[in-house]
């Protein structure tokens, strides 16, 4: 078999590897491109520093937003619809009980994390997706609270994006599946992650700045803290909220990722 040469953004492969893995190297070229275009239009930004659940981020210097990512982190759509009436007052109700901006944020994720039910911990009937949606029915998958949080935090022009990790579905390997957080941009701190997907034993999220918190920590291998901080909730996530009617049904088809 002859040497076949790959231009893979500038680096040159050369390789005598089987067809099916030239068609993988081709599949990551296409994905890095999108990904490229997807940071370059501004739809997704990186946290760069990895650490342990509960630990202090490392080092960031406090930074500033361009005026073009506010407006990303900040905009309203049709799922994060912070513009529909009940939730402009809803967030005006809890900034009038909130002391200045950070308070406000920690009463908003304490607001999504104890008051909107866990869709699955408490077996609710309905599947919501938007913002709206779910602050009417008071209740939301992760996914879906995590829409609400950006929504009422928007709402005050506060930057906020959405966060996936990898997790196993019965903590023990397959299957597996994406779980929904936010980061919020702190102006002291950078980027920050919170997750207001709701406690109960064995699960203790929390607002404490700069140490990060989580629901759920990263332990196997095929689990993963993905680094992208995207404006916009994945379109996989929006298709399987808006196609699955019951919640046993989205729970039994939650969207996973392939690992590259």
């Keep these: ?61 406090p930074d500033r937003l361009s005026e073009r990512e506010r407006e990303k982190y900040t905009e309203n759509s049709t799922v994060i619809n912070w513009q529909h009436p009940e939730v402009v007052q809803y967030s005006a109700e809890i900034l009038s009980k909130s002391n200045g ?89 950078n980027w920050y992650r919170i997750d207001a997907r709701g406690n109960k034993e064995g699960v203790d999220a929390r607002f404490t700045p700069p140490v990060e918190q989580l629901a759920f920590p990263v332990t196997e291998p095929q689990e993963r803290n993905l680094p992208e901080i995207w404006s916009e909730p994945l379109p996989v996530i929006v298709q399987a909220l808006q196609t699955h009617r019951t919640v046993e049904e989205l729970y039994n088809n939650l969207p996973d990722i392939r690992l590259m």
Aim: charge should be neutral.
């Design 1 to 61: 078999m002859g040497s076949i040469i790959l231009l893979i953004h500038n680096i040159v492969v050369r390789s005598r590897a089987p067809e099916q893995i030239i068609e993988w190297l081709q599949q990551v070229q296409e994905d890095f491109d999108a990904v490229l275009e997807d940071i370059g239009n501004g739809t997704i930004a990186f946290q760069p520093t990895k650490t342990k659940q509960g630990t202090k981020r490392q080092s960031l210097p």
């Design 101 to 189: 901006e950070f308070d406000y944020i920690k009463n908003v994720f304490e607001y999504v994390r104890d008051t909107i039910s866990h869709s699955h911990d408490f077996q609710t009937k309905v599947v919501t997706c938007t913002a709206s949606e779910v602050l009417q029915h008071k209740t939301g998958s992760c996914y879906a609270k995590s829409h609400l949080l950006a929504a009422l935090l928007r709402a005050q022009k506060i930057p906020v994006g959405f966060c996936y990790q990898r997790l196993s579905l019965e903590e023990n390997g397959p299957p597996y599946c994406l779980h929904g957080l936010n980061a919020i941009f702190l102006k002291e701190y």
